[in-house]
């Protein structure tokens, strides 16, 4: 009996949590419709204004969520994050606190740090997932599945068109590549934007960790918009599509491999689920195809690389000087994969499981080789 009465939320900490949450979820809110780097891919693309689903999404959680915390009363308020976040910042005001414990306190604990990296994940992460399938991608398919058909009565036009069955794959592959490839990307976002805005039972997602070491969590964001901006400064990426090459066998041959690349992106995606997302443990995967590579993600993504970066080989006006660049930038964005895929690791053989996970499947990137 009194466990069960341990266990019960009180009306106060449902109302603390829910005002906690509002307040942080609405600074976040006016500090993304102020963000300028955000305002300047709607006004390069003319597409969707990610901040109205983002406001959609916040006064929806403002007239639900109360509504659900008093009727299921969840006992994860009792361990509220925000509340820890409210507790770090309350902290730093209270009175008449001696300077040498006020410099102490400005140093979160590891509850706090957790709680802050989660908050701030989910809205780095969520909202680049938003913006980029409202801005790129999902206005390339006009926000309807007919392209699927239109591309598939295409395939069967160029198989079966007078120049034989070879060459109009060829043809098909290099004129469609570039909306199979914007397909599984599209797949890929949804799923992580699905993952990144929700931590629930009911997706068992809820997430138990997150990568807080300043190595892990700079080699991931450099990777991602808007903070790649940056990092394109100094290591510059190829375009999404393939450049022209002269040859067109050898340019369906690219485009095909970076099909393969992008699809296997996102059956790795799609074998997590809402697990899915960067610097957190929501729990061990090891179906297909992670029971092949511990990380086949990114195995693909490096592989995406290597495909797009092969045309600026063949390119003849490029000199052995602009070459040598090439590989430079293009070995040092493996390298960050190849951080990316250390530093998870070295935060998830905190669990157990992977633990056990590892010793299983014992290569990284490659079977039988990495």
């Keep these: 009996m009194e466990e069960e009465k341990k266990e019960k939320v009180t009306n106060l900490e449902l109302l603390r949590h829910f005002i906690a949450s509002a307040i942080i979820y609405g600074i976040i809110l006016l500090c993304l419709i102020f963000c300028p780097a955000y305002y300047e891919t709607i006004e390069e693309n003319s597409g969707f204004d990610y901040t109205i689903f983002f406001t959609v999404f916040y006064l929806g959680y403002l007239l639900i969520a109360p509504i659900i915390y008093w ?3 969840p006992i994860s308020v009792k361990d509220s994050r925000n509340m820890t976040i409210f507790g770090y910042f309350a902290r730093q005001f209270s009175k008449d606190m001696p300077v040498e414990h006020f410099l102490k306190g400005l140093e ?4 706090e740090k957790q709680a802050m990296m989660i908050v ?12 980029t399938l409202c801005n790129n991608y999902l206005p390339s398919f006009g926000y309807n599945l007919d392209f699927l058909k239109v591309m598939f009565e295409q395939a069967v036009q160029y198989i079966t068109a007078g120049s034989g069955i070879l060459s109009g794959i060829i043809q098909y ?5 570039d909306m199979w490839i914007k397909l599984a990307m599209t797949i890929n976002l949804i799923i992580l934007a699905i993952s990144y805005l929700s931590d629930l039972d009911l997706f068992k997602n809820k997430i138990k960790s997150v990568d807080t070491t300043p190595l892990g969590v700079i080699s991931c964001i450099m990777c991602y918009y808007p903070v790649v901006l940056l990092t394109d400064k100094f290591l ?9 090459v002269n040859n067109s066998a050898l340019l369906a041959g690219l485009n095909l491999f970076a099909i393969i690349a992008n699809f296997g992106m996102m059956i790795a995606v799609l074998r997590l689920g809402t697990k899915s997302g960067n610097l957190t443990n929501r729990g061990i995967v090891t179906g297909f195809p992670y029971n092949v590579v ?3 993600e990114y195995s693909m993504q490096i592989f995406y690389i290597i495909i797009t970066t092969i045309p600026l080989y063949l390119a003849s006006d490029m000199g ?3 070459k040598f660049f ?4 293009t070995l040092a964005w493996i390298f960050i994969y190849y951080l990316r895929a250390i530093t998870e690791e070295r935060h998830l053989i905190k669990d157990s499981k992977y633990q056990e996970y590892v010793l299983n499947v014992k290569h990284r990137f490659l079977p039988w080789l990495i």
């Design 71 to 73: 009727t299921v009363r």
């Design 108 to 111: 979160p604990t590891e509850k």
């Design 120 to 131: 701030f994940m989910q809205t780095f992460f969520g909202v680049y997932c938003v913006n």
């Design 173 to 177: 592959l290099n004129d469609t590549g």
């Design 236 to 244: 510059q990426v190829t375009e999404d599509s393939l450049l022209p």
């Design 294 to 296: 511990r990380h086949p």
């Design 320 to 322: 052995y000087g602009d």
């Design 326 to 329: 090439v590989t430079v930038t």
